[in-house]
């Protein structure tokens, strides 16, 4: 009878850990789950098209006019902020637009975290986290976050802890473009301030300067966004400045004495090896479009059919691939294309947001 007993508890017991390992087992695998129905809704006719609400994430939805009643003032107080700080620094455009991509593209986890645009990048280092801000993509590069301070503050003042710290980027993005001349379009709002960050994701997620036209397509499929998002998103290049150590590849063809490459401008290079020369390479810097540097239009299409292109990865675009030759021809013959597309790609690469654990920041570089 004893033994019997005690058969009955052990098989309980073996019961209720199947049954816990069941429990655990799918609480795993639902954000995969979730993640794989939504790469297969954007990404299974190789298009990235977004299907109903954008998203590679689970559980975060974004929405239009979130912050109508909760916060009246929040899109007028990011368009004033950021009208002044591109004012004063008509480089700050691109420095905000470029804090909102290098947001998306990290993902810290996407298990159990809250991932993509998700104001990591913000993140100050304190004891127990290690931001994104000193990873080799980002340090002595990202600029900008002194005016998403400001407009925190302001908003914290008048609706506190209502608007997210990653919801400020993408609005900041997108006024940045506005103001420097480009497209507006509205922004879907929602997303949720993470409370970790990853500077060991940082380092390996963001695209390199010398990634190949193959790199940079499959870099962003992984995220759901298309080969034409690609090349439309990497418009932003009409904006901002890179440093020498960014496009030293480009000056390979003058400093080996091989023949150029395909579509290199010898006259360009010739200058910009002229500066990289001349000035401290870790400081020397260049405008990514030398024509219109700090107008949102499509003149950096244009340079690239020109060899002007200033990054690697921005020149093979129009020399490695026919079919992102194709996309970069379209852009530089039709302004109104590109901007279609550079606001539909804005808004996808605006939804990468999932997770389970965020809030809303109080202050922008550090968890509540
Ligand atoms: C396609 C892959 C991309 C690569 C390889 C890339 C790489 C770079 C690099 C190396 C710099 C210069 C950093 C420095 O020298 O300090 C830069 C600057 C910049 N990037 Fe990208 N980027 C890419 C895509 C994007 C996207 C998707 C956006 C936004 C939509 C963007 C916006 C910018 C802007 C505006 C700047 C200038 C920032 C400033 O002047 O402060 N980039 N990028």
């Known amino acids: ?45 190789g298009s990235g098209e977004p299907g109903s609400g954008f998203g590679i994430g689970f559980g975060i939805v974004l929405e239009f006019g979130l912050y109508r009643n909760s916060c009246p003032e929040a899109e007028s107080i990011v368009y004033s902020w950021v009208e002044t700080a591109v004012l ?99 922004v879907e709002v929602g997303r949720i301030d993470g409370r970790t960050a990853s500077k060991q994701a940082a380092t390996t997620s963001l695209p390199s300067p010398n990634s190949t036209v193959p790199t940079l397509v ?20 009409t904006l901002g400045k890179a440093k020498c150590t960014s496009f030293t590849a480009r000056l390979q063809p003058l400093q080996t004495g091989q023949p150029a490459n395909h579509g290199d ?21 260049t405008q990514l479009d030398l024509v219109t540097p700090s107008t949102f239009d499509n003149q950096y299409y244009v340079n690239l059919l020109s060899g002007e292109g200033l ?24 302004q109104s294309v590109f901007f279609e597309d550079f606001k539909n790609a804005m808004v996808k690469m605006g939804g990468i947001t999932g997770g389970s654990e965020g809030e809303v920041r109080k202050n922008c570089r550090a968890i509540n």
């Open 218 to 237: 499959s870099i962003f499929q992984k995220l759901g966004l298309s080969q034409t998002d690609m090349v439309a998103l990497s418009g932003g290049h």
């Open 265 to 285: 401008n010898l006259e360009f290079l010739e200058s910009l090896q002229q500066l990289c020369s001349t000035v401290d390479t870790s400081v020397a810097i």
């Open 88 to 186: 004063q620094d008509p480089r700050m455009a691109a420095s905000l637009l470029r804090l909102h991509f290098h947001d998306c593209f990290v993902n810290e986890s996407p298990l159990i975290l809250y991932f993509g645009c998700d104001a990591s990048v913000l993140l100050d280092d304190t004891e127990g986290l290690v931001g994104e801000k000193t990873a080799p993509p980002n340090l002595n590069s990202l600029r900008g976050f002194q005016v998403i301070d400001s407009i925190k503050a302001d908003l914290e003042s008048v609706c506190p802890e209502t608007v997210s710290c990653a919801d400020i980027l993408a609005m900041a993005a997108r006024d940045s473009v506005v103001v420097s001349g480009g497209p507006s379009w509205d």
């Open 1 to 45: 009878m004893l033994i019997l007993k005690k058969k009955v508890e052990r098989d309980h017991i073996t019961m209720k850990n199947l049954f816990n390992l069941f429990l655990i087992m799918l609480l795993v695998s639902m954000p995969i789950l979730s993640l794989a129905a939504n790469f297969s809704e954007t990404c299974e006719d």
């Open 311 to 334: 990054l690697p990865s921005d020149q093979a675009l129009a020399v490695q691939d026919p079919g992102t030759r194709e996309i970069v021809e379209t852009y530089a013959a039709d």
